[in-house]
Nanobody, 120 residues
Framework: VQLQASGGGLVQAGGSLRLSCAAS????????MGWFRQAPGKERLFVAA????????KYADSVKGRFTIFRDNAKNTVYLQMNSLNPEDTAVYYC????WGLGSSSYDYWGQGTQVTVSS
């Protein structure tokens, strides 16, 4: 499975961005999809995940109420809508895919990452 993340950029605090992640797999709909982020000098952290059919989602506490993950299986794409951004959201954002459940911490495939920078 190849994953291509896009949509990052520079935004002012309080602004919004939408990230996209396009997958190559014909079996995209069988994967749980997740978003992670890594700030400079810090470990990569979980942001959000969505079940294969979009029916269930999971979020890190730091983004609940501000970020929304959703997917379009017909387009083999998962999205991360990010609202009310603040400088602490600055990081490289990665999409990932796993055949395990929504609560899994083990992801099999990773995209290349897209930079999000939030200015104060």
């Amino acid at each position: 499975v190849q994953l291509q993340a896009s949509g990052g950029g520079l935004v002012q605090a309080g602004g919004s961005l939408r990230l996209s992640c396009a997958a190559s797999a014909r079996t995209f709909s069988s994967y749980v999809m997740g978003w992670f982020r890594q700030a400079p000098g810090k470990e990569r952290l979980f942001v959000a995940a969505i079940a294969w059919n979009g029916g269930n989602t999971k979020y890190a506490d730091s983004v609940k109420g501000r970020f929304t993950i959703f997917r379009d299986n017909a387009k083999n794409t998962v999205y991360l809508q990010m609202n009310s951004l603040n400088p602490e959201d600055t990081a490289v954002y990665y999409c990932a895919a796993t055949r395990w459940g929504l609560g899994s911490s083990s992801y099999d495939y990773w995209g290349q990452g897209t930079q999000v920078t939030v200015s104060s």
